[in-house]
């Protein structure tokens, strides 16, 4: 199947609305991006609507998303693609990256610091005014059209002299900064997403306030909406919400018994 059909006939399209709730000028930066070839970075901890913002500028500008998980063995070939042996002769099959190229489609590189920087510098052609795609091993220039877009994300919370981005990589985009939302909008989404009544919303959301108040006094990160929403969808099954959140927000964020007791303690006082 070719990399187009594999397009038309697939999940690349996001078919329904995904739930996004703005809290600044996010969309409008993407869109001017997305008219002008601008690639595009998105910075902000883990677990505060990076994806879920793609999936709903994917949806809302009707252009096809594919979505690569970085990791530490992620290879050059596995974006572009690599020669596989098939009916005993051997045929070329694109990668994400390259089908992405070939297919006017949004490219969304998911923690891309997590990706070892060789890996990495191929996407430079691609971020330039070239806006091309080095296939090496077949010998070709891959020219993106007008409608390819390349997004990357990361977590600026992990970044160290080890994992961080080049700034040869940084200056071919511009960044969107993602933050939780503030307490009213953030007890809103939760609310949407889990169907839990609000004031109870309000409650995880003070509590998520707080965990991140303890970020590099003994917590690496604090609560994301995320870990609030799966709190609120615990609570709306009908579990307890002290036992909720200690099983989806105290004991995920740490093993530290101490802080595992401040953070129960704080249950304590908000429920």
Same mark, same amino acid.
């Given at each position: ?9 697939? $999940?690349?399209?996001?078919? #329904?609305? +995904?739930? !996004? ?5 996010? %969309? ?15 910075? *902000? +901890? ?13 949806? !809302? ?19 572009? &693609?690599? !020669? ?54 077949? *010998?070709?220039?891959? $020219?993106? +059209? ?6 990357? @994300? ?9 994992? #961080?981005?080049?700034? @040869?990589?940084? $200056? ?15 007890? $809103? ?5 889990? &169907? ?8 995880? %959301?003070?509590?998520? @306030? ?7 006094? &003994?917590?690496?990160?604090?609560? @994301? ?12 099954? &009908? ?33």
């Amino acid at each position: 199947m070719t990399s187009e059909n594999i397009i038309e006939n697939s $999940q690349y399209y996001i078919k #329904d609305e +995904p739930y !996004y709730l703005p809290t600044a000028n996010e %969309v409008d930066i993407f869109n001017t991006a997305l008219a002008e070839n601008i690639p595009v970075l998105l910075k *902000g +901890p883990t677990g505060c609507g990076k994806t879920r913002f793609m999936e709903y500028m994917s949806w !809302y500008n009707k252009r096809p998303l594919i979505t690569v998980a970085c990791h530490d063995d992620l290879t050059t070939a596995d974006l572009v &693609g690599r !020669y596989l042996i098939q009916n005993d002769s051997t045929v070329w099959q694109d990668g994400p990256l390259t089908t992405a190229v070939r297919n006017g489609c949004i490219c969304y590189l998911d923690e891309i610091v997590e990706a070892r920087k060789d890996t990495t510098v191929v996407i430079h052609p691609l971020c330039d005014d070239r806006r091309m795609l080095p296939l090496e091993k077949l *010998g070709q220039l891959l $020219q993106a +059209p007008p409608e390819f877009c390349l997004t990357m @994300s990361y977590n600026p919370g992990y970044q160290s002299a080890v994992k #961080d981005l080049k700034p @040869s990589t940084r $200056q071919r985009f511009i960044s969107i900064d993602f933050s939780y939302p503030n307490e009213d909008l953030e007890a $809103q989404i939760v609310h949407n997403e889990a &169907g839990l009544e609000f004031p109870t919303c309000e409650h995880l %959301v003070k509590l998520a @306030s707080m965990t991140r108040n303890l970020v590099g006094n &003994g917590l690496e990160e604090g609560a @994301s909406t995320r870990l609030l929403v799966h709190t609120a969808k615990l609570i709306k099954r &009908g579990f307890e919400p002290k036992m909720a959140c200690r099983c989806a927000i105290a004991d995920v964020l740490t093993d530290d018994p101490e802080t595992v007791n401040l953070l129960h303690e704080m249950i304590e006082t908000l429920f």
